[in-house]
């Protein structure tokens, strides 16, 4: 086989590679989502007067083992106004959202 097609098949499936572990690192971000959902619906954390503290809400940084994607998903969450925040650090399930909007 020609060099040159190595080459491209080379950064073909380079490329492949890529794009699944972008796929499965999305998947991955939605399950911890409807993860956190069911966690605050657990909680029964509705409105601010309900709102609950996270254990996950910070980034463990001498975590050992698997990556932690719940801070990242639930910064995601608060950014696309599906969860609240209030000021002093706690989260709640916006009005608006629950009656599971998105498929959550």
Same mark, same amino acid.
């Given at each position: 086989?020609?060099? /040159? @097609? +190595?080459?491209?098949?080379g ?5 492949? @590679?890529?794009?699944l /572990?972008? %796929? #499965?690192?999305m ?6 989502? !409807? +993860?956190?959902? #069911?966690?605050l619906? +657990?909680? !029964? ?7 609950? $503290?996270?254990? %996950?809400? =910070? /980034?463990?940084?001498? $975590? @050992? #083992? ?5 801070? =990242?998903?639930? *910064? *995601?969450?608060? +950014?696309?106004?599906?969860? #609240? =925040? /209030?000021?002093?650090?706690? %989260? %709640? &399930?916006?009005?608006?959202? &629950? *009656? ?5």
């Amino acid at each position: 086989m020609p060099e /040159t @097609v +190595q080459i491209i098949l080379g950064i073909f499936f380079l490329v492949v @590679v890529y794009i699944l /572990t972008r %796929y #499965g690192i999305m998947l991955k971000m939605r399950r911890v989502a !409807k +993860q956190i959902v #069911g966690d605050l619906r +657990q909680k !029964k954390a509705v409105d601010i007067e309900s709102a609950v $503290h996270l254990s %996950y809400e =910070k /980034t463990d940084f001498l $975590h @050992v #083992g698997m990556r932690d994607y719940r801070p =990242k998903a639930l *910064s *995601s969450l608060v +950014q696309e106004g599906f969860v #609240g =925040k /209030t000021e002093d650090g706690r %989260y %709640y &399930l916006r009005a608006a959202n &629950l *009656s599971g909007e998105r498929g959550w």
